[in-house]
């Protein structure tokens, strides 16, 4: 990392292909085959774009090159002199792309805001989110001898559970929710049930999915655009279980389940609000995980982000999410806004006074 002047950057606009040595090269450096993929970056952006409140808004990939080869890349989003990986509330992961054999994580953490601060010392600010402990930490060790503040905040929680077979797993599982599946169970043989799941998806399997999520007490999607090419994009990298219930021949829950390796994590769920005294649920994720483990070979169930209360039934490790902002001292106004958030963090220790974190930007 001594030899600086060997490095050079280059943006791509995310609305146009990369080309394909760059496609290749981040699709060799990911570190989600699911979540932080260049298909994934483009769709997002896509959407986003499709969505945002104003025109204003950039998207584009960053990339870092030592002797003309990639060695860093991050997909951004930028509005006016705010920086942002580009996630939004379908992003339940978030990291950058790096050459380990050249530099590992801390470094090109520590090289890319170096050449962000080279580059455009006008950004105000960069935010990062969610991040799990270990990659905060890699986050702050690498930026703690740069001209930078970060400041973290509460995102989200994590749920996930690790077992060596399925047996084990259920054994382990409380009393309550064991009773409580045998129950809805015995009460969904009185009707005609059955499961499907489904690899590859047609039309007609999207619009079972969206019958049913559309009959949930779900907030409404802006689209369905993101989720359908999510669909089709799983079922093509081998990556897809989608598990539909079905309750006297009518959908009644759905569960789209995402695999990595031994991992499987469940990324959309739903029931039709008029099966809800069978809990359909309930039944679904049990027999889900039991398919998922012994046909897959699933050793880690993750259930991503969000507190709801189910999940700690389901699940034995409860981890929480962060996401922080990257302040660029560099500028007067990079130095007043980190030294308000200081003060902030100061008046919460001492008060019951809480503050929005974007109030002090504004």
Wanted: aromatic letters at 14%; charged letters at 20%.
């Amino acid at each position: 990392m001594s030899e600086r002047r060997l490095y050079t950057t280059q943006v791509y606009p995310a609305n146009e292909a990369l080309p394909e040595h760059l496609q290749a090269w981040l699709k060799q450096h990911s570190a989600h085959s699911i979540y932080s993929t260049y298909e994934w970056f483009c769709s997002l952006s896509q959407f986003k774009k499709q969505h945002q409140e104003t025109a204003a808004i950039n998207y584009y990939w960053f990339f870092i090159f030592d002797n003309a080869a990639p060695c860093i890349a991050v997909a951004l989003e930028q509005d006016k002199t705010k920086l942002k990986i580009i996630t939004n509330f379908y992003t339940p992961f978030c990291d950058i792309f790096f050459d380990a054999s050249v530099l590992n994580h801390s470094q090109a953490w520590s090289e890319l805001l170096n050449q962000l601060i080279s580059n455009n010392d006008k950004w105000l600010s960069l935010e990062v989110s969610p991040l799990y402990p270990e990659q905060f930490n890699t986050l702050s060790d690498a930026a703690k001898d740069l001209p930078v503040a970060l400041f973290q905040y509460s995102y989200s929680v994590n749920y996930r559970s690790s077992f060596t077979d399925f047996a084990s797993y259920w054994a382990g599982r409380s009393s309550k929710l064991q009773n409580t599946y045998q129950r809805r169970l015995k009460a969904l043989t009185k009707q005609h049930f059955r499961l499907e799941v489904h690899s590859t998806v047609c039309d007609k399997i999207k619009q079972i999915y969206w019958q049913i999520y559309q009959q949930s007490w779900k907030v409404k999607e802006p689209s369905e655009d993101f989720i359908n090419w999510l669909i089709d994009w799983a079922a093509d990298q081998h990556k897809l279980q989608l598990g539909i219930l079905y309750i006297n021949d009518v959908p009644a829950a759905f569960q789209l389940w995402l695999l990595e390796g031994k991992t499987a994590s469940i990324y959309k769920l739903a029931q039709d609000k008029q099966f809800d005294a069978f809990s359909p649920g309930t039944v679904l994720t049990k027999q889900m995980i039991e398919q998922l483990s012994q046909h897959h070979g699933v050793r880690t169930i993750d259930f991503l982000l969000g507190n709801d209360d189910f999940k700690s039934l389901w699940m034995d490790c409860k981890t929480s999410v962060s996401g922080v902002e990257i302040i660029n001292q560099r500028s007067l106004k990079g130095k007043v806004v980190a030294l308000g958030y200081k003060l902030r963090d100061v008046i919460k220790q001492n008060t019951r006074i809480s503050f929005h974190r974007g109030n002090i930007n504004k």
